[in-house]
């Protein structure tokens, strides 16, 4: 819906009821007696809850111009009918709509209605009419506009005509003497005002305004090129870049270069202010150079670090730019550019401080005592203002200083002494916590004090790998790491099959230094097909390895997947893995048996070759929501078969009831029951009641509804007009939704 539509949309009746209109009636009469109607007559019937003085004004729509007259009259039970009269000399349309508004002695709105329509009207007394519009290049000196007219009296008036392009707009006026008759009259757009435009396609001529009547035309010139008026110099285009001249990815300059068009030799000055597209100002430009006849460049480079200072981010946006010799002023071009998309902090660093935190720690072990001294230094090229310094422990110490200006070399010393410490205690200093600084280098902001080292004896099996497969037989490669900081010696190993089998290092291994691997290469031939879960462990001499477990499929032809993606409703895909593990190719085929039908893949060709895995998706629509349980089985030639099998849970969430529990006049009251048919419980349950009368009503909190658990909601509704309504009840909780239509007649 657009905003004009949006707007439209909405009701502005009101009315405190001191006064109604019950009756609209519109005519047209001839005033002046010359057999041609020339007033259009809106007559109003009201009613009054009491005699009063009420002003009626009328805003009437006539082809997009508004038009607003008014009346104020006493009104009485007896004498209730009031008139808004409109000349038609003004108007232009055949029919018209309008909005009347009352206001009450003391110029208070009591009454107001829209959308209000009059009678079709083919004939009346325009006094003015607008019969053709022309437009033709005059020797490249003006655009000439030729306005013909239909006039029914003689007059002088002024006649402007207004042309848009892009989302500007220009217009001319010239003060015409108006004949009777049909008569035309030339308007003229001189040359520098088309030049002003740097447009060159089609104009639109958007309306004629003839003394107080206005044409709404929105009729297209030919096209025109403001090159062509062009007499004087003027900007043509622009382009951007960025210098990088040392390589370092940072730019030295924005470069803007302008393109412009002289008309005579002498020396320009180009200006301009750069902005971001919020609005927020980046710099001002100005450039003087000497141009000839023809065109020329105007070169441009805003320095990057002043760029980086400002801290904005492009792209930039020329907002205008001005072409001068001297104080004479050639051309402006309004948004005259918009850079690339541009960071600031592709640009050049300014000076800028680098603060720098150092830390001397001293422990007493015969008095407690712990000595800190800090060294904050400033090593930039730039001073620091507000540099805050932040020290705690990892513990409950905490404390802060703090310097309003540190200048570019200067450093400054904190001593500080924590009594009842411990050798142990871990010191934090940082610099700038805030990063309410820029600097050159941010990482040398920081400083701890070195805790005990810890020396951690610790082996871990990074992974299990197997490495190669024929039928039964396995190839598995475990890795064995010394992940702590310490030599492990004498290192057993122990590998479980899980086919009832455990193997056993026979040769353990001599050492692992801090950060070292070992890999161990075990071959075995299971006992059958199937999936087995083996593990791995290693033990030296003084520490043991977490278990790390991998599982293994056997089998010449196996299933190695069989899921079910999240249930939408009651849909459900189903996914399947199914590798060969032979040298051959075989047809296949499979079976799903979803819990309530049988599906199979008779209608399709497929084959699944040696070594290979194929995967595939089969989807399902339930008839019901529920528990299924679901098999699937795939067959590749003679006994090369094999099945996995899955329960499902349909989800559920149900708007089970709208009732009308009560209904008086337009006002309804209903019932609606929202259904938690699922085995778990549903926490996150919202739920909306689109009353279908420009009304929805949303829940203002979330609800949680137990499995089997109703809830009830009482909503009740004023409409606003009689008729019949389909509303709509809807609730939902992560991806389950659910919901529910009734027709509700309003007598």
């Known amino acids: 819906m657009t905003i004009d539509g949006l707007i439209d949309s909405f009701n502005y009746s009101y009315s405190n009821s001191s006064i109604d209109i019950t ?104 006094g003015l009419t607008l019969l053709s519009l022309a437009d033709q290049n005059v020797d490249n000196s003006y655009l000439e506009i030729t306005v013909q007219l239909n006039s029914s009296k003689a007059f002088t008036a002024n006649i402007t005509v207004a042309l848009s392009y892009n989302s500007s707009s220009i217009a001319a006026t010239e ?7 049909v008569n035309s009259y030339t308007i003229k757009v001189d040359n520098e005002t088309i030049k002003s435009t740097h447009y060159a396609s089609n104009f639109t001529i958007n309306s004629v305004v003839v003394e107080n009547k206005v044409f709404n035309t929105d009729r297209n010139t030919s096209i025109h090129n403001f090159e062509d008026y062009a007499k004087t110099s003027y900007i043509k285009a622009a382009k951007d870049g960025r210098v990088d001249s040392d390589a370092n990815d940072l730019s030295e300059f924005l470069e803007i270069n302008f393109t412009v068009v002289s008309k005579d030799t002498g020396t320009y000055t180009l200006a301009y202010d750069l ?68 960071f600031y902090a592709d640009f ?59 200048d570019a070399g200067e450093t400054a010393t904190y001593q500080l002494n924590m009594t009842d410490s411990s050798n142990a205690t871990l010191y934090t200093i940082i610099a700038d916590f805030d990063n309410l600084v820029d600097e050159t280098n941010e990482s040398n902001n920081i400083a701890q004090n070195v805790e005990e080292q810890v020396t951690v004896v610790s082996l ?95 089998g010449d032809f196996l299933i190695t997947s069989f899921t079910v993606f999240n249930p939408q409703n009651t849909a459900a895909v189903f996914s399947y893995a199914v590798k060969n593990n032979l040298d051959q190719s075989f047809p296949l085929n499979w079976t799903l048996n979803t819990g309530e039908s049988l599906l199979t893949n008779s209608s399709l060709s497929h084959s699944i070759a040696g070594n290979e895995t194929v995967l595939g998706f089969i989807g399902h629509n339930y008839s ?91 909503i009740g509704h004023n409409f606003s007009a009689t008729g019949t309504f389909n509303v709509n009840a809807t609730a939902r909780d992560g991806t389950l939704e659910d919901s529910l239509r009734a027709e509700v007649v309003v007598t």
């Not at 000399?89 to 206001?103: A, M, P």
């Not at 490669?477 to 900081?485: L, M, R, S």
């Open 23 to 126: 009756a609209y009636q519109d005519y047209m009469k001839d005033v002046n007696g010359n057999g041609a109607n020339d007033t259009l007559v809106l007559n109003f019937t009201a009613s009054v809850s009491a005699d009063g003085q009420f002003t009626f004004i009328a805003s009437l729509i006539d082809n997009g111009t508004l038009h607003i007259n008014s009346t104020t009259k006493i009104v009485t039970s007896s004498d209730n009918a009031a008139q808004v009269n409109f000349p038609t000399e003004f108007l232009t349309d055949k029919k018209f709509n309008y909005t009347l508004e009352i206001l009450n002695v003391d110029n208070n709105l009591v009454f107001r209605t829209n959308k209000i329509e009059t009678n079709h009207y083919n004939a009346y007394e325009a």
């Open 175 to 181: 003060e015409k003497p108006i004949s009777t008759g």
């Open 348 to 406: 050049e660093r300014p000076p800028l401080p680098d603060l720098a935190i150092s830390l001397d720690f001293h422990f007493n072990e015969t008095t407690n005592v712990t000595n800190l001294t800090i060294t904050l230094s400033n090593n930039g090229t730039a001073p620091a203002f507000n540099v805050f310094l932040d020290v705690f422990d990892n513990t409950t110490y905490g404390n802060n200083r703090s310097l309003p200006f540190m």
């Open 275 to 342: 902005y971001d597209e919020f609005g927020n100002f980046v710099a001002n430009i100005s450039k003087t150079q000497s141009l000839e006849v023809g065109n020329n460049t105007i070169q441009t480079l805003i320095n990057g670090s002043d760029i980086y200072k400002t801290k904005i981010n492009g792209p930039y946006l020329v907002s205008f730019a001005a072409l001068s010799v001297g104080n004479d002023t050639k051309d402006v071009l309004l948004n005259a550019h918009l850079t690339n998309e541009t």
């Open 460 to 554: 871990a099996i990074d992974s299990i790998t197997e490495l190669y497969s024929n039928s039964t037989l396995k190839i598995f490669e475990f890795v064995t790491h010394n992940d702590g900081t310490t030599t492990v010696e004498n290192i057993s190993w122990q590998f479980d099959t899980g086919d009832n089998a455990v193997i056993n290092s026979t040769q353990n291994i001599s050492s692992l230094s801090a950060g070292e691997r070992a890999f161990v290469y075990i071959a075995y031939n299971f006992s059958g097909g199937g999936t087995y879960m083996v593990k791995a462990n290693a033990t030296g001499l003084t520490a043991s390895s977490n278990t790390l477990s991998a599982s293994a499929s056997v």
């Open 624 to 714: 019901d929501y529920g528990a299924y349980s679901v098999s699937f089985t795939a067959r590749a030639s003679g006994s090369l078969t094999d099945e996995e099998a899955l329960t499902l849970m349909m989800k559920t969430l149900n708007v089970s009831q709208i009732s009308i529990l009560n209904q008086s006049g337009r006002a309804s009251a209903f019932e609606i029951v929202i259904a938690n048919s699922w085995e778990n419980s549903l926490t996150g349950i919202n739920w909306s009641f689109d009353t279908k009368d420009d009304l929805i009503v949303n829940a203002t909190m979330l609800t949680a509804l137990q499995p089997a658990e109703e809830l009830f909601l009482y």
